[in-house]
């Protein structure tokens, strides 16, 4: 981790914000190779996550009112527990103290005064001075960043946790986009912000963040994935079983896994062979990832089945370090189903049925001009209760009268003044709820794996050297333009050289000062994967030299056929050793 985080300053990946102004912890910025790698992941994603599912993008406001919040469940349970040190005043994250200093893991799952047990159990102490911290009360910190819309305001509104809110909020407009057809996917791309009690390395737990998220609505009695084209895909899988039989992840094809477990949703299972072909393409090693299916208790209650993507960030010889990379959740109708009861809108779509059904339906026509004058402004109450009670409990209307509450009162009304009638209807289908299946993806702590999976350190001709070993795809910069040396016509024909192949949209360096040998060493370390030196030959017959990163073998290619030599290898349409 150290490694990378020197080399992510010092070319350009990532660094902590302001640093000129004490720095903020929590804060970090992409510098030029790092900004283009982000981008890179973030097209990477919206290629297979929407584009090749067919999925629609949205790019929703960052803030939104507390209303949002309020219904999302997230004003009253975005909590992480915190303790503070009563010596040194630093503020830890007391689940994560917990699962650093003892055996347990998954200690989120325990409640604050669990935790608080546990500290003092365990004797455990402060990891910035050493303090121990058995008497410290553990309390819930609200991760929201709170503002207010306006001036003057007392709008209060919040910097969205996630970016999935945004989709959610808008699902009556969205669904008119999708013409009200389920399965439908509405994919999002963007930042969102918890104020981390402890943020911590680097940009895997920062203040602000970057998510790609995608809300795939569907219909659990109709709506099937495409399971056939993710069966064979192996994915690395640790299920709750194995954990708590401490156990050890599996290889195993989503197929077998979805038919006959650990995979207990279809639609999970498929995103988890998606996420892992998508991993693999991407750069990240899938013998350091593994999928960790949830247990029970650590599920939030709407969640029937989630998994975790997993991987491990550690360096050569050092024990495991797992992040969480992506939850892939399925979520139920609980966020429809929350802002439907937070507005007037519903979160709901109609559902044919394969035949019409013929149903009863119950009805009321209160006699209003009998109930006005006798209940005035509690009339109109008093006539939708009755409507409501129709629509559950017909038996209510067999007697002489019906009793309905209205403002906490008991009103008896003459079933003769309600105007009820049972008549039979034929129905074409329903309104329901869809259900949501969720992959919610970090963007930055993928990039971090992505870095750490290509990291290594090799020796070149009694040389050490660091290379990051990207896959073309990925790599910030595709190829280096090199002149042997600055002169005789060689500079100019590589500097034209380099104009030409940005002019197909290749990405291009070009570097003439110091030796060759240590201008193939930069571009090793940032993961450019091929080197192009124009020498003398090259004035002669038309040839450069293509380097490969990974293997420095070389090889001589006409100067006519470089851009569509290089643009099939950086789409893996053709490998080095064939040239
Ligand atoms: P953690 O347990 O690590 O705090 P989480 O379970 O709260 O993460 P989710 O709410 O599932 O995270 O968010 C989805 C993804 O967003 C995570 O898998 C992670 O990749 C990313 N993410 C969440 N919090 C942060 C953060 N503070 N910094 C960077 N990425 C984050």
Known sequence: MKALAELAKRRGFFFQTGSAYGGVSGFYTYGPHGATLKATVESAWRERWATREGHDEIDAPTIMPEAVFEASGHLDGFDDLLVECPACEQSHRADHLVEGQTDIAEAESYTAKEIEGLLAEHGITCPSCGAPLAEEPVEQFNLMFETAIGPGSTNRGYLRPETAQGIFVDFPRLREYARGELPFGVAQIGRAYRNEISPRNAIVRTREFNQAELELFF??????????????????????EAQTADGEPSFQTIGAAVESGPIADDWVGYYVGVATAWYDRIGIDLDRVRFRQHQAAERAHYARDCWDAEADVSGPGQDPEWIELAGIANRGTYDLSHHEAHTDERYRVFSEYDEPRTVERASVEPDMAALGPEYGSQAADIAAALEDLAETDQRAFEGETVAVEVDGETVEIPTEQTGFAVEEVTERGEQITPHVIEPSMGIDRTVYTILVHAYDEDEIDGEERTVLRLPPEMA???????????????????????????????????DDSGAIGRRYRRQDEIGTPYCITVDYESLDD???????????DQVRVGIDELAATLAALQDGELAFDQL
């Open 219 to 240: 219909d659990p009695d109709e709506d099937e994935p495409d399971l056939e084209s993710v069966a064979d895909v192996e994915a690395p899988l640790f299920s709750a």
């Open 542 to 552: 038309g040839t450069v030299t293509v380097r490969d990163r990974d293997t420095t």
């Open 476 to 510: 910030p910069t595709l190829v280096g333009v090199f002149p042997l040396m600055d002169k005789d016509g060689l500079g100019e024909q590589a500097r034209n050289l380099a104009a030409d192949l940005r002019a197909v949209g290749l990405s291009v360096t070009y």
